[in-house]
């Protein structure tokens, strides 16, 4: 019977970790299908719906995983020396912090914003947890399928991993950036100066005599 538990509860582990990550790249990919335009109402609620799934996806994420590791510690005397599991758990953290942190960026944006011309600083600051929070997910979910890492791989190396991983959607994430707002500011029209003729005096064109 403990055994169909532990197979049941790796299942629903798996499967909501699949769950979340496709619904953050997921919406991502909306968000720079649509990063020249107004979110609109629909987008603007698709994300906000997005921030609502992912917390208690996430909450559910930790129990599962935390009945995992009482169960693993509970068999295997020699569980929690493994390299691999320290990182996932700096993982969850990081993306914990890294939602509090999207949490209070998005209070800025609303339906009508265009992403591609946010204030720069609001915008880097988007670029780069979006491309944590994506990063995270997908190592997370690699780890969880790294089998051949267990015990043998160090901290040091996994965690080199992680951080490898998250400058390289870092840099994409800012140089997609770039490129759209470069895009969005040659779509734009550049205003010319408008020169108004001079406005003559008006006693002097009433000095002039009449001609015949």
């Not at 493994?82 to 939602?99: D, E, I, Q, R, T």
């Not at 946010?118 to 990063?135: D, E, R």
């Amino acid at each position: 019977m403990q055994l169909y538990v532990i197979t049941a509860l790796v299942f629903v582990h798996f499967v909501l970790a699949a769950a979340l990550l496709f619904r953050v790249l997921h919406t991502d990919y909306l968000v720079l299908k649509n990063y020249h335009a107004p979110l609109g109402r629909d987008l603007f609620d698709y994300i906000a719906e997005t921030r609502k799934f992912v917390w208690p996806g996430l909450a559910g994420l930790v129990a599962s995983g935390v009945l995992l590791v009482i169960n693993g510690v509970a068999t295997v005397p020699e569980y929690m020396n493994n390299p691999k599991l320290w990182v996932k758990f700096l993982c969850v953290a990081a993306l914990a912090a890294n939602g509090w942190w999207v949490h209070r960026l998005s209070r800025r944006i609303t339906p009508a914003t265009v992403p591609a011309q946010l204030p720069c600083a609001l915008s880097i600051q988007l670029s780069i947890a979006g491309a944590v929070n994506s990063a995270s997910w997908l190592f997370i979910c690699w780890l969880g399928i790294a089998r051949s890492w267990n015990k043998v791989v160090l901290f040091e190396d996994v965690l080199a991993h992680y951080g490898l991983v998250l400058l390289l959607a870092v840099c994409l994430s800012m140089a997609v950036n770039i490129r759209f707002t470069q895009d969005q500011n040659r779509r734009q029209p550049h205003k010319t100066p408008v020169n108004n003729p001079p406005i003559q005096n008006a006693s002097a064109q009433h000095s002039e005599p009449p001609r015949r």
